[in-house]
């Protein structure tokens, strides 16, 4: 089957994912069981369901969803990238560390050892670059997961067309029996 069908529902799916996700309030959706990549990958399944002249698979529109969510790790970071560098700065490290510090007031149990670990971590100065590798590695690798998901129950939901590409929900007279041909006599 050809892929052609997949590339622009992807896209559209990816790129709301991506925006959604990279908002500062809005985003937050993602810390609740992935919303907006399983919402991206519905949202490309459903894209895909109705542009396929073809009956769509779950493998299909989890192909879709897969796309989606690596298509949105990309938007994402590309929105979320410049809100951190304007938030942090790069090589200002200060709020950060004033944050730290206050936790480890709250904290006083914490390791010793892995405290100094992480102040000399936040001390870097190409530490939100680290952080913004870092995050866009675990995007990629959760919202192509969530987003394959959100692709198979897209196409579950959206998918009505048997097999030979008629829809499910109309109701077809039988076929007409098949008579034997007549028998001959020897």
Same mark, same amino acid.
């Given at each position: 089957? @050809?892929?052609?069908?997949?590339? !622009? ?20 959706? @993602?810390?609740?069981?992935? =919303?907006?990549?399983?919402?991206? /990958? ?18 299909? /529109? ?24 304007? !938030? ?10 004033? +944050?730290?510090?206050?936790?480890? =007031? ?7 050892? =892995? +405290? ?52 499910? @929900? ?17």
């Amino acid at each position: 089957m @050809n892929n052609a069908y997949i590339l !622009k529902p992807a896209l559209i799916g990816g790129v709301a994912l991506g925006v959604l996700s990279a908002l500062p309030v809005i985003g937050s959706c @993602n810390c609740i069981c992935c =919303a907006w990549a399983i919402g991206g /990958g519905i949202l490309a399944a459903y894209l895909y369901v109705r542009e396929s002249p073809f009956q769509v698979t779950m493998g299909r /529109g989890a192909l879709a969803g897969l796309a989606a969510g690596a298509i949105g790790s990309v938007v994402c970071s590309l929105f979320s990238i410049p809100l951190l560098f304007m !938030k942090v700065g790069v090589g200002n490290s200060a709020m950060l560390m004033e +944050r730290f510090e206050d936790l480890m =007031a709250k904290n006083p149990d914490f390791p010793l050892e =892995a +405290r100094q670990v992480i102040e000399d971590i936040l001390q870097r100065s190409d530490f939100v670059i680290i952080f913004a590798i870092m995050s866009f590695l675990g995007n990629i690798v959760f919202f192509s997961l969530f987003a394959m998901l959100g692709g198979a129950i897209g196409v579950a939901i959206f998918e009505k067309r048997k097999q030979d590409g008629t829809p499910s @929900n109309v109701n077809h007279p039988p076929p007409p029996p098949v008579m034997p041909p007549p028998s001959l006599p020897y």
